[in-house]
């Protein structure tokens, strides 16, 4: 074959055509910053082949969820751990192995996933919710007070995006004043508050291994706790009822009401394999975040979330950020996530207002809310869950999944970038959004 000798201009036009590949790589909207999710290799195929290989497929004959349990519970530092069906099924044991129902009262942030609410709901108990702290994007626990009654049964304090803020003054108040505080930890694996992991704080912590989640299998979840008797409670409540240990008053093994909450032994085994990334991995998310918020900060009109100094290891399942749209020429909210999507950058817009949900109204004015509470209740309760901080937060925030934590440093620079070319070219786009 013969060789055809290259002129400048046409290694200039190689040259040319590489460049912009990596550029492509960077910004092309069809190739995500950060890496593909979940990671998995021959270690998850091994891990799902050996159960089913043993046919042992549930946790009632197997062993793999009993050893998830001991190594999750050893690995934050917690006496006792129930793994169970996905987070939602964490705290709805939560709530019944603290005895939360009918006439009760828990307080909880509008600035969560429907299931912080959901699992209140599911009791038959009433949802109270307390503003939020803009600058932490976490539940303003300074407002906890004056939204307790003598019906108050319970916090949840949600650790959202994998921070928390406040834990001191919170776990204070609970105890006090005699309240459960349960720790919705769900998107903190490996979260630490005063160098301690949060979930094991308060009376109990729940975790989540939905898909998106920093430790994942599909589905999953967990509760742990030092607390023995809760967690008697929450195991016996997650396998419909059944006593972790026969005694002389459940002759028939049956202890309580429950419900089938169990995590199988795929699912055991799979995340298994998964934790033996999960420290490496946490270590990237945090060298990322912060070499982001470092160059992020720089920017006007773009405020990343403000960690509490109490928060000594976030676990960055989110990266948040608030918009002010003042800062670039009332660019609407919508018209800077359409941008950076354009420059390959996902983001969102997190979440809605959870207060406001139309669905609410329905759950509080049906006949058994009605039954429990009385109408005049109940019309003081749409008076008195306006949250005004946490409607502006939703106007303003700025999401960024843990996977785009997950790529090399310059990927970071790449995000800024992309910020400040909007920036440059905001009066443009805010004339045609």
């Given amino acids: 074959m013969r060789r055809i000798p290259l002129s400048r201009r046409m290694l200039l036009a190689g040259a040319g055509v590489a460049m912009a590949a990596r550029r492509a790589r960077a910004f092309n909207r069809e190739i995500k910053i950060g890496r593909a999710w979940p990671e998995y290799d021959r270690t998850e195929e091994e891990a799902l082949l050996g159960v089913l290989r043993s046919g042992k497929w549930g946790r009632i004959d197997g062993s793999r969820v009993a050893e998830l349990e001991r190594q999750y519970g050893a690995l934050l530092g917690a006496r006792h751990c129930v793994a169970t069906a996905n987070g939602t099924s964490a705290l709805i044991a939560a709530m019944n192995a603290i005895d939360i129902g009918p006439g009760d009262e828990v307080l909880l942030p509008p600035y969560t996933f429907v299931a912080s609410v959901n699992i209140i709901l599911i009791q038959h108990a009433l949802p109270v919710f307390v503003d939020s702290d803009r600058p932490t994007f976490q539940i303003d626990v300074r407002q906890l007070a004056a939204r307790t009654t003598p019906q108050t049964k319970a916090l949840i304090q949600v650790h959202l995006g994998g921070a928390t803020a406040g834990l001191d003054a919170s776990l204070k108040f609970c105890r006090e004043r005699g309240i459960k505080l349960?720790?919705?930890?769900?998107?903190?694996?490996?979260?630490?508050?005063?160098?301690?992991?949060?979930?094991?704080?308060?009376?109990?912590?729940?975790?989540?291994?939905?898909?998106?989640k920093n430790l994942n299998?599909?589905?999953?979840?967990?509760?742990?706790?030092?607390?023995?008797?809760?967690?008697?409670?929450?195991?016996?409540?997650?396998?419909?009822?059944?006593?972790?240990?026969?005694?002389?008053?459940?002759?028939s093994g049956w202890a309580m009401n429950g419900a089938n909450l169990r995590l199988t032994e795929f699912q055991g085994a799979l995340l298994l394999a998964q934790m033996t990334r999960l420290e490496r991995q946490s270590q990237t998310r945090e060298t990322n975040a912060a070499a982001l918020t470092k160059y992020l900060k720089e920017i006007p009109g773009i405020h990343p979330q403000v960690i509490d100094e109490g928060c000594t290891r976030n676990a960055w399942h989110l990266y948040m950020l608030r918009y002010d749209p003042a800062a670039f020429a009332g660019l609407p909210r919508a018209g800077f996530l359409k941008a950076?999507?354009?420059?390959?950058?996902?983001?969102?817009?997190?979440?809605?207002?959870?207060?406001?949900?139309?669905?609410?109204?329905?759950?509080?004015?049906?006949?058994?809310?009605?039954?429990?509470?009385?109408?005049?209740?109940?019309?003081?309760?749409?008076?008195?869950?306006?949250?005004?901080?946490?409607?502006?937060?939703?106007?303003?925030?700025?999401?960024?999944?843990?996977?785009?934590?997950?790529?090399?440093?310059?990927?970071?620079?790449?995000?800024?970038?992309a910020v400040r070319k909007i920036q440059k070219k905001a009066p443009e786009l805010a004339r045609q959004a």
Avoid at 196 to 205: E, S
Avoid at 347 to 361: H, I, V
């Fill in 182 to 212: 349960v720790e919705d930890a769900c998107q903190a694996h490996l979260g630490e508050w005063r160098g301690k992991k949060v979930g094991t704080l308060g009376d109990c912590g729940t975790f989540s291994f939905q898909a998106s």
């Fill in 217 to 251: 299998s599909g589905e999953g979840g967990a509760l742990v706790t030092n607390d023995e008797a809760l967690f008697d409670r929450a195991w016996a409540f997650h396998g419909n009822g059944r006593a972790r240990r026969i005694t002389s008053a459940t002759l």
């Fill in 340 to 417: 950076l999507q354009a420059e390959g950058v996902s983001g969102s817009g997190g979440y809605t207002p959870l207060n406001r949900e139309p669905f609410l109204r329905d759950v509080l004015q049906s006949r058994h809310y009605r039954k429990i509470y009385g109408d005049a209740r109940l019309r003081r309760w749409h008076e008195e869950n306006q949250c005004p901080q946490n409607d502006r937060l939703c106007e303003e925030a700025v999401w960024f999944t843990q996977d785009m934590l997950l790529g090399e440093p310059r990927e970071m620079e790449y995000i800024a970038e």
